[in-house]
Structure formats: C-alpha cells, structure tokens
C-alpha cells in the first residue's frame, strides 16, 4: 500500500508562507524550512543563521526548523511559529540583537519587530523574555490563504517516544503553552493547579 506523502505537502506550503513574508518584507532574507523532530527541547521551532550553502547564493542561507511534534497545534500555531522564526532572521538581517547571548531569551525588541512586521501577540516569560507567541485572529485573516494552505497540507505530526509513553502508562501526560510535557497521576493534576515556570501558563491534559 502507497504510504501518503506527509512531509513534502507541507514544506512547500511552509515555504509558500515564508515567500509570502519576503514578498511584504523585502529584506527578509532567504531560508531553509526543515521540518524534524525537537527532541526533548520545549520548543516549537529554531532559527539558525548561515546553515545552508545553497546553490547560486554566494552567501550561506538560514535555516528554520519547525517542530514535527508541534504540528498537533493546528495550522493557526505553526504559522505563528514560522512567522516567529522569520522574525528572528528579520532581525538578523537588519542587525537586531533580539535575544541574550545564549539564544533563549528574547528581549522587548524581539516583541517590538514580530509586532510590526508579522502582526503576532508576544507576551513575556519569566526565563525566555519576550517569546510567548500568539497569533490574533486579525493577523489570521490577513493571512487566511497561507494558513489554508498549511491546514491542507498538515497530514500527520510526530508522534512522543512510544517506549517511554508505555513506561508510564497509568499517568496522564500534560502540556503547557510553550510545549513542555510532564507526567503525573490523575489525582496530582485534579488537586492543584500547576505552573510552567518557563511560559507562566498552567499545564492541562493533552
């Protein structure tokens, strides 16, 4: 039986998008859209400047990977991830320092530019800064078309390592806004409320 194709639909849609993101700006610079897995980190993309030596740019390209795992979000979300994405290679054009040293911490300028530019709702984190991305439902009717496109094209999403799924099976697995899983009874989740101290939002069911 013919395995349907998953990942390819959805690059060049995502790719759609980004070239609709230069079109309006210009001096966005070209990049590399890579759909893989994050791993344990509790992200929903990464921006990489300089990844790619591409033929026929002299100068090597970035890179942008979006979370196969994150895809569950819909295709609102992986929009807004994108569109964070390209914010951060927005920046790097124009020689914005938008984070700390590190990478992770995202300061007032990083708000100021994905506001802007790309029309998102970023609110601040106690340890990531200004990352929190939303996208209001004005900037997705701006962007109606390419978040169709993307909704055609997302068939699947990486699924969590099965073995360690299994290794707790009688807990419930939940979610905060910025991604991070966590494990635990029933019973611990229904007596209180408990707080991800990276997005300040409060884990639920998944």
């Known amino acids: 039986m ?8 959805l690059v060049t849609a995502l790719e759609s998008a980004y070239a609709d993101m230069r079109t309006a700006h210009p001096d ?4 590399t859209i890579v759909v893989a897995s994050r791993g344990t980190r509790p992200v929903h993309g990464t921006f990489h400047a300089q990844r790619w ?7 090597p390209v970035c890179e942008i990977m979006m979370a196969a795992e994150s895809l569950k979000r819909g295709a609102v979300e992986t929009w807004g991830t994108l569109a964070h994405e390209a914010t951060h290679a927005l ?6 320092q938008e984070t ?22 970023i609110t601040e984190a ?19 078309e390419a978040i169709a496109r993307i909704d055609a094209a997302i068939m699947g999403q990486r699924c969590i390592n099965q073995k360690a799924k299994s290794k707790s099976s009688n807990l419930l697995k939940a ?6 899983i966590i494990r635990l009874s029933p019973k611990a989740l229904e007596a209180a409320p408990i707080a991800c ?10």
């Not at 030596?53 to 100068?59: F, N, S, Y």
């Not at 920046?91 to 914005?96: K, L, M, N, T, V």
């Not at 929190?132 to 109606?144: K, M």
Request: proline fraction near 6%.
């Open 126 to 144: 106690r340890t990531i800064g200004w990352s929190v991305t939303a996208v209001p439902e004005a900037t997705a009717a701006a962007n109606a």
């Open 100 to 121: 700390d040293k590190s990478g992770r911490r995202h300061n007032k300028k990083f708000a100021t530019v994905a506001t802007e530019a790309f029309g998102l709702e």
């Open 91 to 96: 920046c790097d054009a124009r020689g914005i």
């Open 2 to 9: 013919h395995t349907p194709e998953v990942i390819s639909p």
């Open 53 to 59: 030596q591409v033929e026929g740019i002299a100068k």
């Open 28 to 31: 966005l610079p070209p990049a």
């Open 175 to 180: 979610e905060c806004d910025c991604g991070t």
């Open 197 to 206: 101290m990276a997005c300040e939002s409060y884990f639920r069911e998944a």
